[in-house]
């Protein structure tokens, strides 16, 4: 090897060493999905039967903490799966690559994308309590895309980006507060599986 491979070896080594780079394109793709069957459901229950709108409770004749009870559900489940899902299409594709895949550099992922999303997601509590749904998808967002830019330093690069569309799309659903949903699912199910299939190509095909 000449000088110039030497150091990109060693740069690969220290890279692999300090970053998680086992996250699957596969588990994006899969987590968009489960947001987009969420959505659907969060649609069915918000909207009136006779009228198609993205609006924040449009005329559903649930009482208000019934419908929060029931998306905070939904929206658990979808977390649930999704969490499942990176873990399984991660952990398989480090297993291809002969690679551990609990190391320090997973360690310090899980923490730096923990901590916001655990932060942001009492905060969606204490706003559901105080009746403050509007504002529970652009928390969400806009936590969930500070978690992603925290953890874009210990991953692939990509993930920083989506991080901050995430960000852009809460911010807009803070300003457009009657289409909470729609950005809702744009970022939490089509960002998802455009930045899952970006992955896959690029890293895994």
């Not at 890279?15 to 394109?25: D, I, M, P, W």
């Not at 729609?182 to 095909?205: C, D, K, P, Q, S």
């Amino acid at each position: 090897m000449n000088p110039k491979e030497d150091l990109q070896a060693i740069r690969q080594m220290m890279e692999q060493s300090s970053k998680f780079l086992s996250l699957s394109g596969l588990s994006g793709i899969f987590a968009g999905v489960c947001a987009l069957v969420g959505a659907a459901v969060a649609w069915f229950i918000l909207s009136d039967p006779g009228n198609i709108s993205f609006d924040t409770y449009p005329g559903s004749t649930l009482p208000i903490h019934e419908i929060s009870l029931t998306l905070g559900l939904d929206a658990l489940l979808v977390l649930l799966m999704a969490s499942l899902g990176a873990f399984y299409f991660s952990f398989r594709k480090a297993q291809k690559a002969g690679v551990k895949f609990w190391t320090h550099a997973t360690r310090r992922l899980l923490g730096q994308l923990l901590i916001p999303l655990i932060s942001g997601g009492i905060f969606t509590l204490i706003l559901i309590f105080r009746n403050q749904a509007e504002l529970v998808a652009p928390v969400m967002l806009i936590f969930y895309g500070l978690s992603l830019v925290h953890a874009g330093k210990f991953t692939l690069g990509e993930i920083h980006y989506l991080g901050l569309f995430e960000i852009i799309l809460g911010l807009l659903a803070g300003i457009f507060v009657h289409y909470g949903l729609l950005f809702w699912t744009v970022g939490f199910g089509v960002m998802h599986i455009i930045y899952g299939a970006v992955m896959y190509y690029r890293y895994e095909r």
